[in-house]
């Protein structure tokens, strides 16, 4: 059974930085795509960060580009995203995604491309 695990989230002042964890288990870890996605009360869910576990590759939405980033230690199955400098409007419900294949450029615009889902951790960011 595929389980993915957040956690790390909580309550952080504007300007704060929160790290978020992700532990995976139940399939392949290794030669795969793992994205973190983030869904706003009201809101579509939206893409924030992907990697693939098999190399260094990246992707990252535009928006959050240089204060995001998406990491992954093969050693544990797991994968982080480090949030700096966070807004309120980074407050969000955090979900971390497996692809069950490659990254792709886009990928993070496809919620379908994803196969496996955490349950998600409550971002809370107040000014």
């Known amino acids: 059974q595929v389980q993915l695990v957040e956690s790390g989230g909580g309550s952080v002042q504007a300007g704060g930085s929160l790290r978020l964890s992700c532990a995976a288990s139940g399939y392949t870890y290794s030669g795969n795509c793992m994205g973190w996605f983030r869904q706003a009360p009201g809101k579509e869910r939206e893409g924030v960060a992907a990697?693939?576990?098999?190399?260094?590759?990246?992707y990252y939405a535009d928006s959050l580009k240089g204060r995001f980033t998406i990491s992954r230690d093969n050693a544990k199955n797991a994968v982080y995203l480090q949030m700096n400098s966070l807004e309120p409007e980074d407050t969000a419900t955090y979900y971390c995604?497996?692809?069950?294949?490659?990254?792709?450029?886009?990928?993070?615009?496809?919620?379908?491309?994803?196969?496996?889902w955490g349950q998600g951790t409550q971002v809370t960011v107040s000014s």
């Open positions: 990697i693939y576990t098999g190399g260094a590759r990246t």
């Open positions: 995604a497996a692809v069950g294949g490659y990254c792709y450029p886009g990928v993070l615009t496809s919620t379908a491309a994803f196969r496996y």
